[in-house]
Structures are given as structure tokens and as C-alpha cells.
């Protein structure tokens, strides 16, 4: 009784018939040495082995059925897609990482991979990207710490003046998180209260406020306290309606009630009573607009 004996090679329409694909891309593999073939009565003959290993480390080719390609190089690889989902960052920013911190790439037809080894053997020397996991367990030192420059803003100095602050004050406890140094929340607050130079924005009265805004107009310094702690008018609440309240125009303005009024008694807001009601038209909150605008600016 004879045994059946396992098939070794397979014709080369056979592996056509298997990826899908046409007869000079079949031959155009077989040119490029992907796998063995071998020479069965004057007709190549595809090595099905090395067929299967060259499809579990390759990700171009699909079979029409049957498992997923590049079963093998997902195992020891990563791609620049993987690399991206991980690290948070685009794909773009990984080939400009992978350039510029020179790690090995497999070219598997004009696709990158990066070993995984050597990956995460980098990943482990540096301090700068950080994985999903690590942004995980890094986020309650994150919430118990600032950033210098976030520093810098509640204190209403720029950049280099928080870096100087922190040179010369060591009771400020430095960490450094993804690369980043950053404050205790807690060695701040008690270096705060210990001393009398810098005071928070917060804790400014109302006029030191306006003075300080209108020094720094067009500093980062201003522009970024504005964003953090000044209200903006909303001017997208304009469309609702032609005629609004003093309330309504006090919180499209970002001004308290009482200013508005003050502006409609003193009559550089022009207001229509209906009723006992003052209400203001919509061209009069642009013009208040832009008069508060120019304020800011520097202008009347």
C-alpha cells in the first residue's frame, strides 16, 4: 500500500490562482527570488515551503483565501502604522523619528518595519515619545505637576523667566515626565507662599490686571494669559437674534451686567426700552465689539 506523500511544489498557476493575481506578476515574483522554484519537466515549479515562509514575512500579497500575510513579520516586527497607534503620533512623525534616531529598518517592498527588539531596546534609552501605557501611568504625576512654562503663566513671566525661578528656587521640586521637566503642584504652592516677588495672575487685583494686559498686548506672555484666564466674546451668539438684553450682551461680551448698563446711563451704548426693558440691537454689540477690541489693542 503505497503512502500518500505530502506535495512539495505547486505550478506557477497554481500560485497565481492562490494570490489573485496576473500572469506577469506571478512571473515577476518569481524573477525577484521571493521564493524558490524549481524545474520539473522544462516547467518552474514554485517551492510551496519557501512560498509560505516568503507570504508570512510579506504584507503586499493577499491569498484569495486563506490566512492573513505576514503572520511571521507581525511577530517580529512593527510598522510604521503599529509604531504611530503606540506612540500617539502620526505616521508621518515616525519616519521623521525613525530618520532622525536612526533605528534599522526591514524594506519589505517599499514598506518600513522596525524589529521589535531593537524597538523597544531604543524606546527604553530615550525619554521623549511615550506609549499609551506609560501616558497611563504617567498621568497622576501629570495632574500632581505643572510644566515650567505653565508656571510661567500663572506667575506672568515667559518661558525663560520660569526656568530662572526654578534655578534659583531649589525647594521647587523638579521632575521630568516624557521628557519634560515639571513642578510639584505641592513644593509650588508652598514656595508661593513663602515668598513676596511674584504674584499670580489670579491674585492680581482688577487695575493691576488691566495694566498688565495692556503692557503685554502683543507678547506671547499676554496672548497666553488671555486665552487661560480672559473670557472672549462670543460673537457666533449674534446670529440667534437682531435685539439682545443687557444680561444677554454681558455674556456674549464677557463683561459683567452692571458695565453694560454703566455704558447705556453714560450713553456710549445706544438701548431701546420696550416696556421697562432695555434691549440692544445687534450692530450696537459689533460696534461695542470692536470699541473693546481696539481697547485691547492698544487703540481708543
Not at 515667559?158 to 521637566?181: F, H, S, T
Not at 487695575?207 to 460673537?235: A, N, S, T
Not at 440667534?240 to 448698563?261: G, H, N, Q, T, Y
Request: a positive charge; proline letters at 3%.
Amino acid at each position: 500500500m503505497k503512502t500518500s506523500q505530502k506535495k512539495e511544489t505547486m505550478s506557477v498557476r497554481e500560485m497565481r490562482e492562490i494570490l489573485g493575481i496576473k500572469k506577469t506578476d506571478s512571473y515577476w515574483l518569481i524573477k525577484r527570488h521571493y521564493f524558490n522554484t524549481v524545474i520539473v519537466d522544462g516547467k518552474i515549479r514554485v517551492d510551496i515551503r519557501s512560498f509560505e515562509d516568503w507570504y508570512a514575512n510579506q504584507v503586499h500579497h493577499r491569498k484569495v483565501n486563506g490566512e492573513e500575510p505576514g503572520q511571521k513579520l507581525m511577530e517580529s516586527s512593527y510598522s510604521v502604522r503599529d509604531i504611530s497607534a503606540m506612540l500617539g503620533i502620526s505616521e508621518d512623525s515616525v519616519l521623521e523619528m525613525i530618520n532622525r534616531e536612526k533605528l534599522p529598518v526591514i524594506d519589505i517592498q517599499h514598506h518600513w518595519r522596525v524589529n521589535k527588539e531593537l524597538f523597544h531596546q531604543w524606546y527604553r534609552n530615550q525619554d521623549h515619545y511615550r506609549t499609551a501605557e506609560d501616558r497611563e501611568r504617567d498621568h497622576p504625576l501629570e495632574a500632581a505637576s505643572m510644566t515650567l512654562p505653565e508656571m510661567g503663566i500663572m506667575l506672568c513671566v515667559d518661558r525663560n523667566g520660569a526656568y530662572q525661578i526654578v534655578k534659583e528656587n531649589p525647594q521647587l521640586e523638579v521632575i521630568i515626565i516624557a521628557g519634560k521637566k515639571r513642578v510639584t503642584i505641592q513644593s509650588f504652592e508652598d514656595w508661593y507662599a513663602s515668598q513676596e516677588k511674584y504674584h499670580k495672575f489670579v491674585d492680581l487685583g482688577p487695575e493691576e490686571r488691566e495694566r498688565f494686559l495692556q503692557q503685554h498686548v502683543d507678547d506671547v506672555v499676554g496672548r497666553k494669559i488671555r486665552k487661560k484666564y480672559i473670557k472672549q466674546p462670543d460673537k457666533s451668539r449674534l446670529d440667534e437674534k437682531s435685539w439682545f438684553s443687557p444680561e444677554e450682551v454681558a455674556d456674549i461680551m464677557a463683561i459683567d451686567r452692571k458695565a453694560v448698563l454703566r455704558l447705556i446711563w453714560n450713553g456710549n451704548l445706544t438701548a431701546q426700552r420696550f416696556g421697562k426693558k432695555f434691549r440692544i440691537s445687534k450692530d450696537e454689540v459689533l460696534w461695542l465689539m470692536s470699541r473693546e477690541k481696539s481697547k485691547r489693542t492698544g487703540g481708543i
